[in-house]
């Protein structure tokens, strides 16, 4: 295991292992047992036993793209998806709409599945606005960081980033892609960064799987008069809960009076494969309840018929 003997990670079944070592399965499964606990092994239900694939360490407290994060640890390499011009959905023109300036109205969108040393890391859709995101088409995304890319085009540094980190399970499409089991543990990363003159300009949702990434940093308490003062008791504080204007029972919603019979547009461009054709009328409806809102389905739709029903807390 320690020599990378196993390259899938999967191992041989406890019957073949106890035939090739001469021992009962009893004692495989003691095996497995001390190895789990030093964490060399992981269990995987529906998999097998596999081996504990090697983590990297990912710092929280510098801006870097992922090739200068891991340059120490091995080559990473883009595989492009997809990359062109898209009408952004509503959430992703508002973050990215400059101070004091209109939303953006297209933005340029770019799906890349990030490999180290040949491994599936991260899944990257990156959003950028077009005056910096068009001339980034044109060059070498397969084995540059997109940081670097703006930095040269935008002709100054990045300034600083907003960023959540949330524990999400791989849907289908992701798992797929990853090389993952569905519903395994992933690592969801979205990050909003602007330039040195405070100008967002691109907005990324990065699925990192979660058995190959330790994150750290380091932090500092501060002084006592820099502490956040203790919070309202509950019947002190105003809650206002604003109201959803619409309700939608599923992510995307097909208009069927304007759908036009036989186009496949937005089936085509569904990441996660979750429209689909009816069998009944030859129009496109969602077939699998699962949504990125990314919204390339909405913005190809050329009558309008294609809705993505942004959720609240999302908007």
């Known amino acids: 295991m320690l020599q990378g003997a196993f390259p899938d990670g999967l191992l041989p079944g406890e019957a073949s292992l106890a035939q ?20 060399l092994l992981v269990r995987v239900q529906g998999v097998g036993t596999m081996v504990a694939a090697r983590k990297y360490p990912h710092g929280l407290d510098r801006l870097l793209g992922l090739a200068e994060t891991l340059r120490e ?17 509503p959430a992703v023109a508002a973050r990215l709409r400059p101070p004091g300036g209109p939303p953006a109205t297209t933005v340029v969108c770019i799906e890349r599945l990030r490999r180290l040393n040949g491994l599936p890391f991260s899944l990257d859709l990156t959003y950028l606005v077009p005056d910096i ?16 890319l703006i930095e040269a085009h935008a002709g100054q540094h990045l300034g600083g980033a907003s960023l959540t980190v949330e524990a999400v399970n791989a849907d289908p499409h992701s798992a797929a892609v990853l090389n993952a089991p569905p519903g395994a543990a992933l690592l969801m990363v979205e990050r ?43 019947t002190e504080q105003e809650f206002i809960m604003p109201l959803v204007e619409t309700r939608a029972d599923v992510p995307v919603t097909i208009d069927a009076s304007l759908c036009v019979e036989g186009c496949t547009l937005c089936v085509d461009i569904c990441p996660l494969d979750s429209l689909a054709i009816s069998p009944d009328n ?21 009558t309008g ?8 807390l999302l908007r």
């Open 133 to 148: 995101g068009e001339p980034l088409l044109g060059e070498d995304l397969a084995h540059n960081d997109i940081f670097a």
């Open 20 to 39: 090739a070592f001469g021992v009962s399965r009893n004692a495989i499964r003691d095996a497995f047992g001390i190895l789990r606990a030093e964490g």
């Open 282 to 302: 030859g129009k496109a409806y969602m077939h699998v309840d699962e949504c990125w809102y990314c919204g390339p389905c909405a913005a190809r739709c050329p």
């Open 305 to 312: 018929a294609v809705t993505v029903n942004m959720p609240y």
């Open 192 to 234: 909003l960064t602007r330039l040195a003159d405070g100008r967002p300009v691109d907005l990324e949702y990065i699925r990192v799987r979660g058995d190959r990434v330790v994150l750290h940093g380091e932090l500092s308490r501060g002084a006592p008069d820099d502490l956040p003062s203790a919070p309202l008791p509950a």
């Open 73 to 89: 640890h091995g080559e990473v390499v883009n595989e492009v998806r997809t990359a062109g011009m898209i009408v952004p959905p």
